[in-house]
Nanobody, 126 residues
Framework: EVQLQASGGGWVQAGGSLRLSCVAS????????IGWFRQAPGKEREAVSG????????YYADSVKDRFIISSDRAKNTVYLQMNSLKPEDTAVYYC???????????????????WGQGTLVTVSS
C-alpha cells in the first residue's frame, strides 16, 4: 500500500524554524519525485517545493525561496522540508505528495501528484 506520512508541524513564532518530514512506503522511492504543498484556510492549495529523485534538482516557490530547504534521505525513504525565518503567511496545512512526472513540469500542477500524505498543520504567530 502506498503511503506518505507527513509530520513535524506545530506552532512557532515568526522568525522561527520547523522541519517537516515525509516518510514514504509501499513504492520504490527513487522512481518518484516528491513535492510539498500547502493550503491556508480559504485559499487554494499551492506548491511550496519539490525534489527530483532523477537528477537531484530542487525547486521552490518564490514565496519560500531562500527560507525553505528541501532534501531527501534515500536510506530512510524520507523527504524533509526545513523551514526557516517563518512568517505568519506561512501558516497552512502542509502536504507531501508523489509524482512520476519530473518536478520541473509537475510542481505547480497538483493533479499530477497521485498520492498525498494526510497533512501537518503549521501555525506561525506574529
Amino acid at each position: 500500500e502506498v503511503q506518505l506520512q507527513a509530520s513535524g508541524g506545530g506552532w512557532v513564532q515568526a522568525g522561527g524554524s520547523l522541519r517537516l518530514s515525509c516518510v514514504a512506503s509501499g513504492f520504490t522511492f527513487d522512481d518518484y519525485d516528491i513535492g510539498w504543498f500547502r493550503q491556508a484556510p480559504g485559499k487554494e492549495r499551492e506548491a511550496v517545493s519539490g525534489i527530483s529523485h532523477h537528477d537531484g534538482k530542487t525547486y521552490y516557490a518564490d514565496s519560500v525561496k531562500d527560507r525553505f530547504i528541501i532534501s531527501s534521505d534515500r536510506a530512510k525513504n524520507t523527504v524533509y522540508l526545513q523551514m526557516n525565518s517563518l512568517k505568519p503567511e506561512d501558516t497552512a496545512v502542509y502536504y507531501c505528495a508523489r509524482t512520476w512526472v519530473p518536478t520541473a513540469q509537475a510542481m505547480t500542477i497538483p493533479s499530477l501528484y497521485d498520492y498525498w500524505g494526510q497533512g501537518t498543520l503549521v501555525t506561525v504567530s506574529s
